[in-house]
């Protein structure tokens, strides 16, 4: 089992950047693929991007892509997401995610492949 505590977002200008950070418990967190997942009011919760156990493999949403950057540190227990260029559309509140598997290149972008979840934290931005 793994808990995952979140850290970061807040309230930015349009066009800024933001970096959120997920750090998590225990000593077999390579063994786990991870995700970040977004929900606006209103909406469903969405696949931001996600990382394979080694890193070695990323998955982004066309929405993000090519501004958000997935990364993680498995000797520190920390996954990240650097968001820069951020847009109003952004806003949300974000979890993280950690996906027990022993594949070790696979990334998942549907939400049922996660157990485990971290609190979530709003990151707004202003127009």
């Known amino acids: 089992q793994v808990q995952l505590v979140q850290s970061g977002g807040g309230l930015v200008q349009a066009g800024g950047s933001l970096r959120l950070s997920c750090a998590a418990s225990g000593r077999t967190f390579s063994s786990y693929a991870m995700g970040w997942f977004r929900q606006a009011p209103g909406k469903e919760r969405e696949s931001v991007a996600s990382?394979?156990?080694?890193?070695?493999?990323?998955y982004y949403a066309d929405s993000v892509a090519g501004r958000f950057t997935i990364s993680r540190d498995n000797a520190k227990n920390t996954v990240s997401l650097q968001m820069n260029s951020l847009q109003p559309e952004d806003t949300a509140v974000y979890y993280c995610?950690?996906?027990?598997?022993?594949?070790?290149?696979?990334?998942?972008?549907?939400?049922?492949?996660?157990?485990?979840w971290g609190q979530g934290t709003q990151v707004t931005v202003s127009s």
């Open positions: 995610a950690a996906s027990l598997t022993s594949y070790s290149g696979s990334v998942y972008s549907r939400s049922d492949y996660y157990a485990y």
């Open positions: 990382i394979s156990r080694t890193g070695s493999n990323t």
